[in-house]
């Protein structure tokens, strides 16, 4: 099991604390196991009515995946791949169903950074979560940015974002704050930093049955004081712009606006995967009429497509193990991806009765 999860009871409350601070908190595989192995321990204890997950640091609830991970296991191969690779993605995206499906309410207390699988573990089904964020909340999906796409259950959070927000998160990478992670309905509640040790207190004192009532009371003095949500306020640009039929048309549509807003959207995308942007837009369109277990599984399929094309260990390569920021991105240009390139990714790798998430059940 993983030495960078701790975990502790009170007060019929479980406590699950990320403790992997000088890696963010990046998921390994071996932390996906512990978090699994918990959270389906504490689903059927009688002893456990609520569940929190927080970090011990402020500076990050969780970066995502171990990447330097993914370099290293999706280098054993001519392909792509390996068996820990394959391991993990079916382990993490399985335990992304089990917290969506968990019957217990799961807090989660988003600090600082949260990407990637960071929000795979913190988004919850809507039924029994509460998200938290603070002004030193620093959120996103950036995957495009290495060569991936938004996974982890993206492929049904982002989509049902309002309007065409999804898109804007899923094809830029870009960062958001507390005031826009609550537009986007990415979290429930703001807490300031200064508060949160409070909150912690409250926490570890209250009863587990009676959790979410007491965090809702105790959020409800700083409600409105995140501040101003800039997706709130570009709100009408954003969905005529990510509206269009392609990303090149985006691209276009956001060239021709000319205000600062959509210049740094254009700038974030003139740097990303052209081939990743465009299966994420076709991901998102998907994943809109899709439950949570299908979205699951189809984003299974195209992780095994993307390691064997190569352009995540290229992303990988350029901006955490060279440092160049040079990704050779294949296709390099946005005009050299065809429709066929992007369906490849969504082509089954496995029949159906032998996908890895097969037996992904509601209330399984």
């Known amino acids: 099991m993983s030495e960078f999860v701790l975990t502790s009871t009170a007060h019929r409350t479980g406590f699950i604390t990320l403790d992997r601070p000088k890696a963010l908190n990046s998921l390994s595989l071996a932390m996906v196991r512990e978090l699994t192995a918990t959270l389906l321990a ?12 927080r970090s011990s ?47 217990k309410p799961y807090i989660a207390l988003m600090e600082g950074v949260i990407m990637g699988g960071g929000m795979g573990i913190a988004q919850g089904g809507p039924g ?11 959120m996103a999906m950036p995957e495009v940015n290495i060569g991936l796409f938004p996974d982890v259950g993206g492929s049904y959070f982002l989509s049902r974002a ?17 005031a826009d992670a609550l ?4 979290a429930d509640l703001f807490v300031p930093q200064a508060q949160m040790e409070a909150l ?14 007491a965090i809702n009371d105790f959020a409800a003095p700083f409600a409105g004081q995140e501040g101003e949500s800039q997706l709130k306020a570009e709100r009408g640009a954003i969905d005529r712009h990510f509206a269009a039929g392609s990303v090149a048309a985006m691209l276009d549509s956001l060239e021709a606006d000319g205000g600062e807003f959509a210049r740094k959207a254009v700038a974030a995308m003139r740097s990303r995967s052209p081939l ?5 837009r076709e991901l998102l369109a998907r994943g809109a009429g899709l439950d949570v277990a299908d979205c699951l599984r189809m984003e299974r399929t195209m992780v095994r497509h993307n390691f064997e094309h190569g352009e995540v260990l290229e992303g990988v390569r350029a901006l955490v193990i060279d440092k160049d920021n040079a990704p050779q991105w294949n296709p390099p ?23 890895p998430l097969r037996d992904l059940q509601t209330g399984a």
């Open 128 to 138: 029994c979560r509460l998200r938290i964020v603070t002004e030193r909340t620093k």
């Open 276 to 280: 990743m942007m465009c299966v994420t």
């Open 333 to 355: 240009e946005l005009a050299q991806v065809s429709d066929e390139m992007v369906a490849r990714f969504f082509a089954p790798v496995w029949p159906a009765h032998a996908h």
């Open 183 to 186: 537009y986007a309905g990415l």
């Open 42 to 53: 504490w689903r059927g204890d009688p002893d456990i009515d609520a569940v929190v997950i």
């Open 162 to 178: 309002p309007g065409r927000l999804g898109n804007y998160l899923g094809l830029t990478g870009l960062t958001i704050g507390a």
């Open 57 to 103: 640091s402020e500076k990050a609830f969780c970066a995502g995946g171990d990447i330097r991970f993914f370099h290293e296991c999706g280098l054993a191969t001519p392909t792509g791949g390996s068996a820990l690779l394959e391991d993990f993605f079916t382990e993490e995206y399985a335990l992304n169903f089990l917290i969506h499906h968990y019957p």
């Open 200 to 213: 912690a207190r409250l926490l570890a004192a209250t009863p587990g049955a009676q959790l979410c009532a």
